[in-house]
């Protein structure tokens, strides 16, 4: 029953808080489109392919922060330093306002506020059985390993090889991360990651 209530409470509040966002942002989402569209040649958006709840595929909405295809020139894993990141794509990554658009998917319900950050498919091919529970709720904006790796593109600075840093170095506590959510969430645990998350976020970019 607690497990119930708490999913209605999760997703009442989706939906309230991804409309309300989006009507409120408007003005702002409006103007990024148009200082991207300014700065690069190619789309505002970026809608690559994710894996969300129960190994469903969904195309995620983000502001495009890379040059167009940069699929083509690199791999998965972006570091702050990464050549492809354009000059609007920086600000927009180090406010995280490059995530905005994906109030359009928590709308749909493919994302959550809270929950763990959707994969590319081909790291979730990797999962072990254990990590593959992870996929019984929907990915989200922010969770706690979001929290943790708030900076992961300063980690992974430098590195020939991002990809592989990232799954050596990051991805491991991710994956236990993302797995005590599964265990533990509820609707009080989501607010609480929400409130530490606009901390992180004011602390961090000031």
Do not use: C
């Not at 983000?62 to 990141?85: C, N, Q, W, Y």
């Not at 354009?86 to 406010?95: Q, S």
């Not at 994969?119 to 254990?130: A, G, S």
Request: charged residues 30%; proline residues 5%; glycine residues 8%.
């Amino acid at each position: 029953m607690k497990k119930r209530l708490d999913g209605f409470l999760k997703r009442t509040f989706d939906i309230i808080t991804s409309l309300s966002g989006l009507v409120l942002l408007s003005p702002l989402i409006f103007f990024l489109i148009i200082f991207i569209k300014f700065d690069s040649p190619g789309p505002a958006f970026y809608r690559g392919e994710r894996v969300g709840r129960f190994g469903k595929t969904f195309r995620i909405f983000k502001f495009r922060t890379m040059v167009a295809d940069a699929e083509k020139l690199g791999g998965p894993s972006t570091a702050s330093d990464d050549s492809r990141i354009t000059g609007v794509g920086k600000f927009l990554r180090k406010y995280k306002l490059d995530e905005l658009p994906q109030l359009v998917n928590v709308l749909k319900g493919d994302m959550s506020i809270v929950g763990p950050r959707p994969e590319v498919l081909m790291e979730v091919e990797t999962y072990t059985k254990e990590e593959r529970r992870i996929l019984e709720v929907r990915p989200g904006i922010t969770d706690w390993a979001s929290l943790t790796f708030h900076n992961e593109g300063e980690i992974l600075k430098g590195s020939p090889d991002p990809h592989q840093v990232y799954r050596e170095e990051i991805k491991p506590e991710k994956m236990r991360l993302a797995l005590k959510y599964v265990d533990e969430r509820s609707f009080l645990t989501d607010i609480k990651i929400i409130l530490e998350t606009l901390l992180t976020l004011v602390k961090t970019r000031m």
